[in-house]
Nanobody, 127 residues
């Protein structure tokens, strides 16, 4: 069983930054590929960023490339999402997800790839 608890969300003005954290309660965090997804009101959940088990590979949605950075610390069992140049369209509930992955460098972008999910943290960007 994997427990994920996101933190770091909040209210920020357009152009600002936030850093989300997601520590995992799990025995072998390095066995899990991780990702961030977001869901805005009235919209479907969408992929934001993914990182492989060993951290060597990352993948981003086109809408956040160059602004967001996903990273992980396998000693602290935590995945992060650094969000810069935030825009009102980034407003959503952000959730982290974990997938027990076989390949160390694989990333996964579909919600159905992930078994474990956190509750989410609200990010609101004002114009």
């Amino acid at each position: 069983q994997v427990q994920l608890v996101e933190s770091g969300g909040g209210l920020v003005q357009a152009g600002g930054s936030l850093r989300l954290s997601c520590p995992a309660s799990v025995r072998s965090f390095a066995n899990y590929a991780m990702a961030w997804f977001r869901q805005a009101p009235g919209k479907e959940r969408e992929f934001v960023a993914a990182i492989s088990r060993n951290g060597d590979s990352t993948n981003y949605a086109d809408s956040v490339k160059g602004r967001f950075t996903i990273s992980r610390d396998n000693y602290k069992d935590t995945v992060y999402l650094q969000m810069n140049s935030l825009q009102p369209e980034d407003t959503a509930v952000y959730s982290c997800a974990a997938n027990s992955a076989y390949y160390p460098r694989a990333t996964y972008t579909q919600p159905t790839d992930y078994t474990y999910w956190g509750q989410g943290t609200q990010v609101t960007v004002s114009s």
